[in-house]
């Protein structure tokens, strides 16, 4: 059974910068999936942040490319996305996932963590 | 950039009801990357269909998807207590992934 476990910090600053990590067990990042993060502000809708392949290519949603990096660590099968210069905006539950390997869509979820941007 | 707006924003029906949620793309985009999604409060999202028709492992054939071109359809032949949540189309298009705003299907 896959799992996902996004953790890092609930509070960061306005013009600070958000890191999350996200711990995969029952697969490895090394596998043909690609991996995703995707965001959900309080009481909205859903929002793809960007993903990474296995060979450690990224594509990113245009909105945020500037200031988001999702980079992978295979020794210790995680994922981590940092948010540079955020802002009220950025606050958000957000999910690591798994993408399908048929097909172009997300098939395992993680339960999310909430972020909250305030000084 | 595509747009995906659905309908209808909200939906009131009762179980036992058949549900019909739209999923209309602003230009002509294939098939096999549209997917629905099913969420409920405090919950993740999860998969019910992808390639516009192939439902996800374990969902219950009560779940059917459909369309093409620029709009296409989640039908929920008899609606289940469980089966009320918000629902979200989502495409793959140019690299990116983008999704609808939600349909949320209430009692």
């Known amino acids: 059974q896959v799992q996902l476990q996004e953790s890092g910090p609930g509070l960061v600053k306005p013009s600070g910068t958000l890191s999350l990590t996200c711990a995969v067990s029952g697969d490895s990042i090394s596998n043909g999936n690609w991996w995703s993060w995707i965001r959900q502000p309080p009481g909205e809708g859903l929002e793809w942040i960007g993903e990474?392949?296995?060979?450690?290519?990224?594509k990113y949603n245009p909105s945020l490319k500037s200031r988001v990096t999702i980079s992978a660590d295979k020794s210790k099968n995680q994922l981590s996305l940092t948010l540079t210069s955020v802002a009220a905006a950025d606050t958000a539950v957000y999910y690591c996932?798994?993408?399908?390997?048929?097909?172009?869509?997300?098939?395992?979820w993680g339960k999310g963590t909430t972020v909250t941007v305030s000084s | 950039e595509i747009v995906l707006t659905q309908s209808p924003d909200t939906l009131s029906l009762s179980p036992g009801q058949r549900a019909t949620l739209s999923c209309t793309a602003s230009?002509?985009?294939?098939?096999?990357?549209l997917a629905w999604y099913q969420q409920k409060p405090g919950q993740a999202p999860r998969v019910l269909v992808y390639?516009?028709?192939t439902r996800a492992t374990g969902i219950s054939d009560r779940f059917s998807g459909s369309g093409s071109g620029t709009d296409y359809t989640l039908t929920i032949s008899r609606l289940e207590p469980e089966d009320f949540a918000v629902y979200y189309c989502?495409?793959?298009?140019?690299?990116?992934?983008?999704f609808g705003q939600g349909t949320n299907l209430e009692i």
């Open positions: 230009q002509s985009v294939s098939s096999s990357y």
């Open positions: 996932v798994r993408n399908g390997m048929v097909g172009f869509y997300m098939d395992v």
């Open positions: 989502q495409l793959f298009r140019d690299s990116h992934y983008s």
């Open positions: 990474i392949s296995r060979s450690g290519e990224n």
């Open positions: 390639g516009a028709s």
